[in-house]
């Protein structure tokens, strides 16, 4: 008889992702997440379970680059993208300048939202310095120059991290710190075109 | 979460053919929503066919100036791109007013436009719901249905469509291109989601097997303004109570067009056409807004804790209109706040 505990062959696939800039083979189930994958297979436990339903922010790396909610993406449908999580942001012991502004501002009490947090906020200067829009940006402003990371923009750009100890004073200055220094990889001010690749 | 079965697709014509061969099957996209289902119970496919590396995913500027937007385009990119702010900025900004920076960067057009309710019962599989079960009931009627419809619900169903986008493409007026076993079809965006009556089970016009491949923009008249405005119980990251996207041209303070349509008033975008024929060649004044707002919204029918939305619908439709038709100077923010 079958055992009906174990998913068909069809029903798993085994694949290579790009995690941290290493290649992770690995034999799935479909229905595994990135974040499960991150968490259960590879013990990269920075990115967090907070809702699973991509409403917290807790599970954000970056694919590609860009910040996206770990929980809502199949592994399976990862192959071939660059995936970063807070554990790949440091350069060897020097940690990445978010991560310091972090510590410096005690943007955090329990900690738990944090790697979501620093994720997303690495994500989110790129966006800056790629010309992004966000909702509190003025309906007139003019969409061929760079956008002035203000305290606002900051909390509506970030508004995709929930953190139930209520650091985000905190933690919009740590984000303004190094907004202001330019030290996300990109010098401050300088951007790229907007909606560059896509047009 | 069902097992299923997972295939990658490098063209349309493939897509379409394994979504044929594969019954039960669902395209993937960026999943944002359709994930989520899964997780929930409540979307149970048997395949999933990745359709994220067609070849959808640019924004097109056409030669009549019109923009094609691919289907795979990511909500960020299409907000973001230039173009697009430039001449159709309802829509950017109502994808500016959706999600979360990590949701819009994953989640695709085609995806935005085939999300489903919020409806907590449609989300919760204990509850009856006639679009999630057809005939098992709908429980909202009578239960928690403030973020629900006012307008052009049924007995059926009192669900509403929450794409903030979907608002922005029927006030412009945009097509929907598909593509299925039978071949290639545009749909007006206002035809596309369809009201609940008796198949709440349907949420647009799309057949089985098709494939949502690009969304077309009309060129838009000099002079033209346009802009989205949203109301919600937080200020970010929260779905629409009600929502406004207007498309309005004045010249020498008459209205020479205008289009209006509300989000979060009904089980599709609300294109407002008795607002439109009062505005239509009306001077633009307050007083002509709020008769137009009225006009559209007489036909309201709220529950028993919704009819809040009917004001609100008026009020922000009226200060949408109001602030469009008051800027002269693109340079100049005028009395509005950001949307």
């Known amino acids: 008889m079958e055992p009906t505990n174990q998913p068909a062959a069809e029903q798993r696939s085994a694949l290579v992702l790009h995690i941290n800039g290493t290649p ?73 300048p978010l991560q310091e502004a972090f510590l410096e501002r005690d943007a955090l009490q329990c900690g738990y939202c944090t790697p979501g947090q620093i994720c997303s906020a690495v994500g989110m200067l790129r966006e800056v310095a790629d010309g992004f829009p966000s909702h509190v940006t003025p309906a007139t402003a003019d969409p061929t120059v760079p956008v002035e990371l203000s305290t606002d923009e900051i909390r509506e750009r970030m508004s995709g991290n929930l953190c139930r100890c209520g650091a985000y004073p905190r933690i919009v200055e740590a984000v303004e710190d190094v907004a202001a220094a330019g030290a996300d990889g990109h010098p401050a001010g300088a951007a790229g075109r907007p909606g560059q690749g896509v047009a | 979460m069902k097992p299923f079965g997972y295939l990658r697709v490098s063209s349309v014509e493939e897509a379409v053919r394994a979504a044929g061969e594969h019954p039960g099957a669902r395209f993937l996209a960026g999943g944002t929503n359709l994930v989520d289902l899964m997780k929930l119970g409540v979307e149970e496919p048997r395949t999933l066919i990745d359709v994220t590396r067609l070849p959808l995913d640019r924004i097109e500027e056409l030669p009549d100036g019109g923009v094609r937007i691919g289907a795979m385009v990511r ?97 412009l007026d945009a097509t929907v291109h598909l593509h299925g076993p039978d071949g290639e079809r545009s749909v007006p965006a206002t035809d596309f989601h369809r009201l609940p009556d008796d198949h709440p089970e349907q949420d647009t016009v799309i057949r089985p097997g098709e494939l949502l491949t690009a969304i077309q923009l009309p060129p838009v008249a000099t002079g033209t303004r346009s802009r989205y405005r949203k109301a919600r119980d937080r200020a970010s990251y929260a779905f629409a109570l009600v929502s406004v996207g207007a498309v309005l041209d004045v010249r020498d303070g008459v209205v020479r067009r205008a289009a209006l349509a509300f989000g979060g008033l009904a089980h599709r975008p609300w294109r407002a056409r008795a607002a439109e024929e009062v505005l239509q060649g009306a001077p633009a004044t307050e007083d002509t807004f709020a008769r137009a707002a009225e006009a559209e919204l007489a036909a ?40």
């Open chain 2, 75 to 171: 909500n960020s990119d299409l907000a973001a791109s230039v173009p697009v702010r430039e001449r159709y900025p309802v829509l950017s900004q109502s994808l500016l007013a959706g999600a979360s920076g990590q949701l819009r960067n994953t989640a695709t057009t085609g995806g935005n436009l085939l999300q489903r309710t919020r409806c907590l019962y449609f989300q919760d599989t204990s509850k009856p719901c006639n679009k999630r079960l057809p005939g098992t009931g709908c429980p909202a009627r009578e239960g928690v249905h403030r973020d629900l419809a006012v307008l052009g619900h049924s007995q059926h169903c009192v669900a509403t469509q929450p794409s903030d986008m979907a608002v922005a493409l029927a006030a």
């Open chain 1, 24 to 96: 992770q083979r690995l034999t799935l189930d479909h229905r595994t997440t990135l974040l499960d994958v991150l968490r259960e297979h590879l013990g990269l436990i920075g990115a967090k379970k907070g809702c699973d339903h991509g409403q917290c922010g807790a599970c954000t790396v970056l694919v590609d680059g860009r910040r996206a909610n770990s929980c809502l993406l199949l592994a399976v449908a990862q192959e071939e993208r660059q995936i970063t999580t807070v554990e790949g942001l440091a350069e060897g012991e020097r940690l990445h």
């Open chain 2, 300 to 339: 309201a029918r709220p529950l028993r804790d919704n009819g809040f939305k009917v004001p609100l619908a008026r009020n922000l439709a009226v200060g949408v209109l109001t602030d469009l038709a008051e800027i002269e100077d693109p340079a100049d923010p005028g009395p509005s706040r950001p949307a």
